[in-house]
């Protein structure tokens, strides 16, 4: 008697563990809605080529990683003519001559040779419908990006570490890549010692995206600008982008925090930069950005102003932010600065853009200053 009782609280224990497998939460924001794998029976690779395989097939998948998938050395590696435009000191990153980058923009700087993982250079394809989720802080792909594209719909991406994308190498690898996609949610992430970007939006539409909770680490031995701090961190120009940018942790890194043109409507809420050596925002022609609710901690500069061809609003004062409230469906929440040149916009002109969307609520600075270190990337559900 006691034998079965026993069996059946295992059995009973083993159906809540099973259940409570997958996604946890929902996206806020421009991807509002999206699920993912929806209630596929979960499944859990073990191999690199499993996690390839359950990541591009035409099946709705919840994905659940429970180790490190390691890539790294699997695809070779190639060796090589690159460049040095930032120098040939130890802490300065190098160039690929991908496309003849180096040739075509850089013909000046040092050669110097370089021999990098091939693995890095493209990341694995993410088809439709697909929920990639760690489970604890075990899901960890080394080596290898995610790659969203060609018309990839309806995915979330959730509590993994992408990392060691050839980092001392520009051009060496992104960790995720989105171009030509919609709805797609990447909760929970972090990313480390990436050759180029950490999140990039390429220039076909991605459409509406939420990226939240994540932390971008630019800490690497290898940098452009050569400080230990990576520049190369955020790129979002798709030609027809919602992009929600709420909750995420984004530090030690020295511009392009994100890159903002194409067309992108970015809501940037509640976020927390911090040991920025150059320059968080760089806004081109094409961007509409709202900054509310965060915090901007020993940020050099808030704004790249050596170039400022699209539009922000920076939620400057009570006042001022009240202009929201038509739009956004709240009124904007004032940003905290310490050790940071802040920049001032009023520009409400296209907050008009807002409207009829789904929009994250916001909460203020110093909310955001005490939770967002401790809640940000993997292991933090």
Same mark, same amino acid.
């Given at each position: 008697?006691?034998?079965?009782?026993?069996?059946?609280? *295992?059995?009973?224990?083993? $159906?809540?563990?099973?259940?409570?497998?997958?996604v946890?939460? *929902?996206?806020?924001?421009? $991807?509002?809605?999206v699920?993912?794998?929806?209630?596929a029976? +979960?499944?859990?690779?073990?191999?690199?080529?499993?996690?390839?395989?359950?990541?591009?097939?035409?099946?709705? !998948?919840?994905?659940?990683?429970?180790? #490190?998938?390691?890539?790294?050395?699997?695809?070779?590696?190639?060796?090589g003519?690159?460049?040095?435009?930032w120098?040939?000191?130890s802490?300065?990153?190098?160039?690929?001559?991908? =496309?003849s980058?180096?040739?075509?923009?850089?013909? @000046?700087?040092?050669?110097?040779?370089?021999?990098?993982?091939?693995?890095?250079?493209?990341?694995?394809?993410?088809?439709s419908?697909?929920?990639?989720?760690?489970?604890?802080?075990?899901?960890?792909?080394?080596?290898?990006?995610?790659?969203?594209?060609?018309? $990839? &719909?309806?995915?979330?991406?959730?509590?993994?570490?992408?990392?060691?994308? /050839?980092?001392?190498y520009?051009w060496?690898?992104?960790?995720i890549?989105?171009?030509?996609?919609?709805?797609?949610?990447?909760?929970?992430?972090?990313t480390?010692?990436?050759?180029?970007?950490?999140?990039?939006?390429?220039?076909?539409?991605?459409?509406?995206?939420?990226?939240?909770?994540?932390?971008?680490?630019?800490?690497?031995?290898?940098?452009?600008?050569? @400080?230990g701090?990576?520049?190369? *961190?955020?790129?979002?120009? %798709?030609?027809?982008?919602?992009?929600?940018?709420? %909750? &995420?942790y984004?530090?030690?890194?020295?511009? !392009?925090? +994100?890159?903002?043109?194409? /067309?992108?409507?970015?809501?940037?809420? /509640?976020?927390?930069?911090?040991?920025?050596s150059g320059h968080?925002?760089?806004? @081109?022609?094409? $961007?509409?950005i709202?900054?509310?609710?965060?915090?901007?901690? =020993?940020? @050099?500069?808030?704004?790249?102003?050596?170039?400022?061809?699209?539009?922000i609003? #920076?939620?400057?004062?009570?006042?001022?932010?009240?202009?929201?409230?038509?739009?956004?469906?709240?009124?904007?929440?004032? /940003?905290?600065f310490?050790?940071?040149?802040?920049?001032?916009?009023?520009d409400?002109?296209?907050?008009? =853009?807002?409207?009829?969307? &789904?929009?994250?609520?916001?909460?203020?600075a110093?909310?955001?200053?005490?939770?967002? +270190?401790?809640?940000?990337?993997?292991?933090?559900?």
């Amino acid at each position: 008697m006691k034998s079965t009782i026993f069996f059946g609280a *295992a059995l009973t224990a083993f $159906a809540k563990l099973a259940s409570g497998a997958g996604v946890t939460g *929902a996206a806020e924001g421009f $991807a509002q809605g999206v699920t993912g794998g929806g209630s596929a029976t +979960p499944v859990y690779p073990s191999t690199n080529a499993e996690l390839v395989s359950y990541l591009g097939d035409s099946s709705a !998948r919840v994905i659940i990683l429970t180790k #490190t998938f390691d890539f790294t050395s699997t695809e070779g590696t190639t060796t090589g003519t690159g460049c040095a435009p930032w120098g040939t000191a130890s802490a300065c990153q190098v160039a690929i001559n991908k =496309n003849s980058w180096c040739d075509n923009y850089e013909p @000046d700087a040092p050669k110097v040779s370089v021999s990098y993982d091939n693995a890095g250079s493209l990341g694995i394809t993410v088809k439709s419908n697909k929920s990639l989720v760690g489970q604890g802080s075990a899901g960890v792909i080394k080596g290898k990006g995610l790659r969203i594209v060609s018309g $990839a &719909n309806n995915i979330i991406i959730q509590n993994i570490h992408i990392t060691n994308l /050839n980092p001392k190498y520009v051009w060496g690898g992104d960790a995720i890549t989105l171009d030509n996609t919609d709805m797609v949610w990447i909760d929970h992430v972090k990313t480390s010692l990436i050759g180029r970007q950490h999140i990039v939006l390429g220039s076909n539409p991605s459409k509406r995206v939420t990226i939240s909770n994540c932390e971008i680490d630019g800490s690497s031995s290898w940098s452009a600008t050569c @400080d230990g701090h990576h520049y190369w *961190a955020m790129y979002f120009t %798709g030609s027809n982008d919602l992009v929600t940018l709420k %909750g &995420n942790y984004i530090h030690h890194t020295s511009g !392009r925090s +994100p890159k903002v043109a194409g /067309n992108t409507l970015l809501h940037a809420v /509640n976020n927390y930069w911090y040991a920025n050596s150059g320059h968080a925002f760089e806004v @081109d022609s094409g $961007a509409y950005i709202v900054v509310e609710g965060s915090v901007f901690q =020993n940020v @050099d500069l808030m704004v790249d102003t050596s170039s400022v061809g699209g539009k922000i609003f #920076t939620s400057p004062t009570s006042s001022a932010n009240a202009a929201c409230s038509a739009y956004l469906g709240h009124t904007c929440q004032v /940003n905290a600065f310490g050790s940071t040149t802040s920049y001032v916009s009023s520009d409400t002109s296209f907050l008009s =853009n807002f409207s009829g969307k &789904n929009i994250a609520s916001a909460s203020t600075a110093s909310s955001a200053q005490s939770s967002v +270190p401790n809640n940000a990337g993997i292991g933090k559900i």
